[in-house]
């Protein structure tokens, strides 16, 4: 036996199986241009991505607190949870709605005010072990039919581009959170630790992330669910919510 081979070999498979439990842990801070942010990356093809709205009693959960109680009675872990766009005073989603394959509510294409309606918006979806972000018109013509579907305005980056009517001067600056795809099977989801513009936001997916595509998610509101960082963000009740969760 070479021990001055075989060691290497070692530390090498230890790091692989740590990788494999590290999936979980996906969430770091990142300084882009001066400005703070908590992205959390994930691989579709391992991690598995769920909508969630109400519970199984029909009433939003509400708060992370809420879901992650629930869970767990069924023997499962929340291992990461971002709110997931755009809602009604009801809690219900205002747009496109898809859980476990289900259209709980359609897609909308109309015209309006506020974020939303700052056209083009669009849609994150997941389909089996893989998914992305589309705008709306491009996500009505592709004929996908996703296992979940969340719709929300504006779109951040549309095929490389910043949302034209994002301007690089704005002096609109709140904490805001969203979700891009870096590629087919890799989504990221991030939110500012700081309060930041759109145009900064967008860049920031785009340049810093690497997403070619990218959708805003909710703004102010914006809170987010992550053990590894202690932090379970309760500001206000939320509608949908978009969760990462695992078998214990």
Excluded at 66 to 88: C, H
Excluded at 108 to 113: E, H, S, T, V, Y
Aim: neutral net charge; glycine residues 12%; hydrophobic residues 40%.
């Amino acid at each position: 036996m070479q021990v001055g081979r075989s060691l290497p070999f070692v530390l090498a498979l230890l790091a692989l199986l740590l990788g494999a439990k590290a999936s979980w842990a996906a969430c770091e801070g990142v300084e882009f241009q001066g400005q703070h942010f908590t992205a959390c990356r994930f691989d579709l093809t391992k991690d598995k991505i769920g909508l969630y709205n109400l519970n199984s009693s029909g009433q939003p959960y509400g708060f992370f607190s809420t879901l992650s109680d629930e869970l767990a009675g069924q023997g499962k872990r929340l291992a990461f949870a971002m709110n997931g766009g755009m809602y009604d005073e009801g809690l219900k989603p205002i747009g496109l709605y898809i859980e476990g394959g289900k259209t709980l509510h359609k897609l909308n294409r109309r015209n309006g005010a506020g974020n939303f309606h700052l056209k083009p918006n669009g849609v994150f979806f997941v389909k089996g072990s893989s998914g992305g972000v589309l705008e709306t018109e491009a996500y009505a013509k592709s004929g996908i039919k996703p296992d979940f579907a969340t719709q929300s305005g504006p779109m951040l980056v549309i095929d490389g581009a910043i949302h034209p009517k994002f301007s690089e001067t704005g002096t609109s600056e709140k904490f805001r959170n969203g979700v891009g795809a870096i590629d087919a099977s890799h989504v990221v989801f991030a939110i500012s630790d700081e309060p930041v513009g759109f145009y900064d936001f967008a860049v920031f997916f785009r340049d810093g992330l690497k997403c070619r595509n990218a959708l805003f998610l909710d703004g102010s509101i914006s809170s987010l669910y992550a053990p590894e960082l202690s932090r379970n963000d309760q500001f206000r009740a939320l509608g949908p919510i978009i969760g990462v969760v695992q078998n214990q």
